[in-house]
């Protein structure tokens, strides 16, 4: 199931999709920084273990997927 939740919500340890230009990724939360201009996220695709990192802005709407 997922639910649209704002960027500034997000936590270490949420799964969230990440749509990409070779589709989506799952990806688990293992770092979340806030920063002035937007928040900065790290972590792990689900399936591979791929490490990601991505920034969001404030108020950005994200999908949170509860596995």
């Known amino acids: 199931m997922s639910v649209i939740v ?16 070779y589709g989506s990724q799952a990806i688990r939360l293992a770092q979340v920084a806030h920063r002035a201009n937007g928040i900065k996220f ?15 802005k404030y108020g ?3 999908t949170r997927l509860d596995c």
């Open 60 to 62: 950005q709407p994200a």
């Open 6 to 21: 704002l960027a500034e919500s997000l936590e270490a340890g949420n799964v969230v999709e990440l749509s990409t230009r």
């Open 42 to 56: 790290t972590g792990r695709d689900t399936r591979h273990s791929t490490e990601w990192s991505f920034g969001m």
